[in-house]
């Protein structure tokens, strides 16, 4: 069934367009319309303008161009359904739908509403007496109470079915459970929790919605690290860790670190732009997503192999994206952490405003320097 014109008229009149698409790009008003870089296309002027007389954008670089239903289906990829549907949520109001769309969506919001459960549900474990091992494990990298709170870290206890318990007193079932990826099924068909006796870090997207989850062990079980697998609502390659408070930040830069407690330490120690990326080498539709809040990204992983080698692949991805790229060296410690820890944040800062040398795409093939 299609939806009413009627209502995508009311849709549209309740959405400025220019507070939408400020929300991932940085306009600057000229005359009567807004201007800036094109979250389309790769581009170092902007050709990109979006009229608040008319309520419509356009893109003189590549040409693409409508309204505000348009531009969330370019700039999340979503049909056209979906992208009213998520307007409409943004206004307060209901799509009327029916048939296969309206499963489609109700699913999405019910495995959402699974997340949400799962990551009050862990954190709540933190604190109690089955999650000592966790909060004592955090407590000794230092970070605060209010941290822990801020991004709603948690704990899955060392049981096969912890969450399948907690969450089948809520209505959920297990199979509920698989399709959110928090539980997994085995060759027998027996189905168990995917994350047990790990430190949990909700990811959560831009829009404030929890997607999917990260998991430290807490012995020497392997893989250290756990991430959700891909989901309906959950994909690691277009999406990143902490940007949901990152891009706030007025630092004008995005610091990137390998993973969530570098990111999680930066953020405590006043370094509001830190973010990762989930368990996954750096990829276009990650530079493409940090390029509409930030016009420089400094990258901050470790200056092991791996670090340069993951460094040498980010520099020309991020560049393509349109932002300036700089490597930050970190002397005297082996990691931004470490070096806060024992220098200070001032003096990380100052590495940051004075120690990071612009790269460009052939020093990254000269191997950084290092």
Not at 23 to 42: A, D, I, Q
Not at 115 to 137: C, I, M, S, V
Request: charged residues 25%; hydrophobic residues 40%.
């Amino acid at each position: 069934m299609a939806i009413p014109d009627r209502f995508l008229d009311e849709l549209i009149a309740r959405i400025d367009i220019v507070d939408l698409v400020s929300e991932s790009v940085r306009l600057t008003k000229k005359g009567r319309n807004y201007w800036g870089l094109c979250p389309f296309h790769s581009e170092k002027t902007p050709s990109f303008s979006v009229s608040a007389d008319k309520q419509i954008y356009k893109c003189f670089g590549c040409g693409k161009g409508g309204g505000a239903i348009n531009f969330v289906m370019e700039l999340d990829n979503l049909p056209f359904r979906d992208a009213v549907a998520l307007l409409a949520k943004r206004a307060g109001l209901e799509v009327p739908d029916s048939g296969s769309s309206a499963g489609a969506k109700e699913r999405r919001e019910k495995l959402l509403t699974i997340n949400k459960q799962a990551a009050r549900t862990f954190h709540r474990w933190l604190y109690a007496p089955e999650g000592a091992d966790g909060l004592a494990y955090l407590q000794r990298r230092g970070l605060s109470r209010r941290t822990l709170t801020s991004f709603g870290l948690g704990f899955a206890p060392n049981r096969w079915d912890a969450l399948i318990q907690e969450l089948g007193q809520q209505g959920y079932d297990k199979r509920d459970l698989l399709d959110a990826g928090l539980a997994v099924s085995n060759q027998d068909g027996r189905i168990y929790d995917r994350f047990r006796n790990r430190v949990m870090f909700p990811i959560i997207d831009i829009r404030g919605e929890v997607i999917g989850f990260g998991g430290r062990v807490m012995d020497d079980s392997t893989p250290k690290y756990l991430n959700s697998p891909d989901t309906p609502v959950y994909n690691k390659s277009r999406n990143v860790f902490a940007l949901n408070i990152a891009k706030k930040s007025k630092a004008g830069r995005v610091i990137l670190t390998e993973g969530y407690m570098y990111t999680i330490s930066l953020h405590q120690a006043g370094f509001d732009s830190a973010v990762a990326s989930l368990g996954t080498a750096l990829t276009p539709e990650h530079a493409q997503l940090l390029s509409r809040y930030f016009p420089e990204a400094i990258i901050a992983y470790d200056g092991d192999g791996a670090g340069v080698s993951a460094t040498q692949r980010a520099i020309p991805l991020l560049e393509r994206a349109g932002m300036k790229v700089r490597v930050l060296r970190v002397t005297g410690a082996k990691d931004p952490d470490e070096f806060i820890k024992q220098f200070g944040r001032d003096a990380f800062l100052r590495l940051l405003d004075q120690s990071c040398l612009l790269y460009t795409s052939d020093a990254a093939d000269e191997g950084l320097g290092v």
